[in-house]
C-alpha cells in the first residue's frame, strides 16, 4: 500500500519539479545574466530535471506494464548522483566565499565554476553505469568480482560529496553564527543530509534494503524527488517581495543573477554597476 501511494505521489511531485526546473533553466541559461555561483545553480537544475524526466519516463511505463525494471533505477541514478556532486561543489564554494571572501574574490580564475561543473558531468555517467553493468542491472549478466570492485569505488565515490557537502554546510552555519556579523544562511545542511543519503544508503546496500525494508526503496526515491522538486520553490521565496506582484523573470533574476541584479524595482544593471543592497542570493537559501 505504501510503495502504491509513494509511486503516484512521487510521480505527481516530479510532474510539478520539471515544470519548475525547466523555467529555472529558461531564465537562468537565456534571459538572467550569470555569475559564479547562478553557473551551479543552472546545472544543478540541469541535473534535477535530468533526474525528474527520467523518473516520470520510467514511471509511467511502469504504471502502463505493471513491471518494475531494474535499467529503471541505473538510469535515474546518473541524474541524482550528477545533482549529489553539483550541489557539493556549490556548497564549498559557498562556503569558502564567505570565509575566505578577500582571497576568493583575489584568487578565484573567472571560469571556476565551468572548470569544475565540465568534470563532473563527464565523470558520472561511468562511475554510475559502470557498476550498473557489472552487477547486472542493466541487463547485462552479473560478474561479482567486478561488481564487488565497481561497487565500492561508487560507494566511496559518492559518500564524498555527500560528506563534504553536509561539512561545508556544516561549516558555514557555525561560522556565520559565531564569526560573522552577516545574516545567518536558512536552510544550509538541512536539505542535502536528511533527504538526499537514504537514495545515497540504497545505492550502497541495495540487495540487503531490498531484503530486509521494502518499504525503503520507494520512501528513499520519494524524498530525491522532492528534494529535486522543491528547489524552484525555495529559488522563488529567496527572491520574492512580499506583498508586491512581480513577473518571474524578476523574482528569478533577484534569487539567482549573482552577476546582475535588479534595482529596487527596475532593470538589471551592467556588470561592475554600483548595485543597491538586495536580498541575499539562492546561495544562502540552498546549499549542502
Known amino acids: 500500500m505504501f510503495a502504491s501511494v509513494a509511486f503516484y505521489l512521487g510521480l505527481a511531485v516530479s510532474l510539478g519539479g ?10 537562468l541559461g537565456f534571459r538572467i545574466q550569470r555569475g ?30 505493471g513491471s518494475r525494471d531494474t535499467l529503471r533505477f541505473a538510469v535515474t541514478f546518473v541524474g541524482f548522483a550528477a545533482g549529489l556532486w553539483l550541489l557539493a561543489a556549490l556548497s564549498l564554494e559557498r562556503c569558502l566565499s564567505e570565509v575566505f571572501p578577500a582571497c576568493c574574490r583575489s584568487c578565484r580564475p573567472r571560469r571556476a565554476s565551468g572548470v569544475v561543473c565540465g568534470p563532473l558531468w563527464a565523470l558520472t555517467p561511468p562511475a554510475v553505469l559502470l557498476p550498473a553493468h557489472a552487477c547486472g542491472l542493466l541487463r547485462a549478466a552479473s560478474r561479482p568480482p567486478a561488481c564487488l570492485r565497481y561497487h565500492a569505488a561508487s560507494v566511496a565515490w559518492l559518500l564524498g560529496p555527500a560528506c ?4 561545508a554546510g556544516l561549516l558555514l552555519f557555525v561560522w556565520v553564527g559565531c564569526c560573522s556579523q552577516r545574516p545567518r544562511p536558512r536552510f544550509y545542511g538541512a536539505v542535502l543530509g536528511p533527504v538526499l543519503l537514504p537514495r545515497v544508503l540504497y545505492w550502497s546496500l541495495r540487495p540487503l534494503l531490498d531484503l530486509l525494508l521494502p518499504v525503503f526503496p520507494p520512501l528513499a526515491t520519494l524524498l530525491a524527488c522532492v528534494h529535486a522538486s522543491s528547489k524552484p520553490l525555495i529559488y522563488f521565496s529567496a527572491g520574492r517581495r512580499p506583498g508586491k506582484r512581480e513577473p518571474l523573470q524578476a523574482v528569478l533574476q533577484r534569487a539567482l543573477g549573482d552577476a546582475a541584479q ?3 524595482g527596475g532593470p538589471s544593471l551592467p556588470m561592475g554597476a554600483h548595485r543597491p543592497p538586495v536580498a541575499r542570493p539562492l546561495q544562502d537559501h540552498v546549499g549542502g
Open 36 to 65: 559564479p555561483f547562478s553557473v551551479y545553480v543552472l546545472h544543478l537544475a540541469a541535473a534535477d530535471f535530468l533526474f525528474l524526466c527520467c523518473h516520470v519516463a520510467f514511471s509511467a511505463v511502469q504504471a502502463a506494464l
Open 164 to 167: 563534504g557537502a553536509c561539512g
Open 18 to 27: 520539471l515544470l519548475g526546473n525547466g523555467l529555472v533553466l529558461w531564465h
Open 262 to 264: 535588479l534595482r529596487a
